[in-house]
């Protein structure tokens, strides 16, 4: 007789959608809250550092774009937090275990916003590795995940373009505007690459995540993707990737490149990074601050639903 356990992994390998209503194993749905709410989190928490330079904009028409990408970065939350609504768990509560460092978002908002020159690497570099690393997502075997997916993709794509043209206009000005180009690149470039987690060898949820097709590519694997794609782009733009070992290995068909500081890599990540405090401080007075605004949604609802009974 089989077993639910096998029906849903046959459902997995021959590439159907689980839906909520669907059965799922416990790990299954824990794995997705975990990496969805993270994903979300990360949306939201990654609106501070742009968000610190829109009253610092060089032009009204780059205000107007950054203050649009901030805003499409809160409307990625939002859907992220409502396909992790479809399994079960409250809103509230993943904004409770955010607050309570129980929950995590990608290490790279733990940075600071230095330059004007630093919304180009974000955009170039951070979006970048995030194309590279959600494009599968569109693929992932949890359809409310996947369907989510499709449109954060396509604006992240407007993302990493507005972010390398700030840098092509850098680097086609003044010698002090590509230098501070070349900086932005040497203080986000490692960063970037730590996005995309630990080798595969020491990962805790690539191979299962794998098996039920949540994630479809393999840490290391999309970390080559993004050097190799992110190389010749740091050419065109006359700049040079701060690792001395990068070069272009023949045999492999992809660049060599040096070994990320992994000591650096897990301090962020256990919050100790240079603005994890910064950040989550942030982050929680905002939510305390608008807890009237829910309140009042809520109460304006609730008025609403009761006149239509």
């Known amino acids: 007789m089989t077993t639910p356990e096998e029906k849903f992994q046959a459902l997995i390998d021959a590439e159907e959608k689980v ?7 416990e790990g299954y749905r824990k794995n997705l809250i975990r990496q969805i709410a993270q994903h979300a989190h990360s949306e939201i928490i990654g609106m501070q550092p742009e968000g610190n330079w829109i ?26 937090y409502s396909a992790a609504e479809t399994l ?7 904004q409770e275990l955010l607050h309570q460092g129980k929950h995590k978002y990608s290490s790279i908002f733990n940075y600071p916003t230095l330059s004007w020159a630093d919304m180009g690497a974000i955009g170039w570099l951070v979006d970048g590795a995030a194309i590279t690393n959600q494009v599968m997502l569109t693929r992932c075997s949890y359809g409310p995940y996947a369907r989510a997916m499709v449109r954060i993709c396509k604006e992240e794509s407007f993302h990493q373009r507005q972010g390398y043209e700030i840098l092509i206009r850098l680097c086609q000005g003044t010698s ?23 080798h595969d060898s020491e990962s805790t949820h690539t191979e299962q995540s794998m098996e039920w097709k949540i994630k479809r590519v393999s840490n290391d694997d999309l970390r080559q993707q993004f050097v190799d794609m992110t ?12 690792d001395p070992e990068l070069r272009w290995n023949p045999e492999r068909g992809h660049y060599d490149f040096g070994e990320i500081d992994w ?19 942030h982050k929680v007075r905002a939510w305390e601050e608008g807890t009237w605004v829910r309140e009042a949604a809520a109460a304006h609802a609730a008025k609403k639903a009761a006149r239509a009974a």
């Open 19 to 25: 839906e909520p209503p669907d059965w799922m194993p």
């Open 55 to 80: 009253s610092r904009a060089p032009t009204l028409h780059r205000k107007a774009i950054l203050m649009a990408k901030v805003q499409d970065e809160a409307g990625h939350g939002l859907y992220l």
């Open 88 to 94: 079960g768990v409250k809103r509230d509560e993943m």
């Open 176 to 198: 002090e505007q590509k230098e501070m180009a070349q900086d932005a690149l040497d203080r986000w470039w490692w960063p970037s690459l730590m996005m995309f987690g630990p």
């Open 231 to 242: 190389v010749p782009q740091a050419e065109y733009l006359g700049l040079e990737i701060p």
């Open 263 to 281: 000591e650096e890599f897990w301090r962020v990540v256990k919050g100790n990074g240079p603005m994890n405090r910064e950040r989550l401080e």
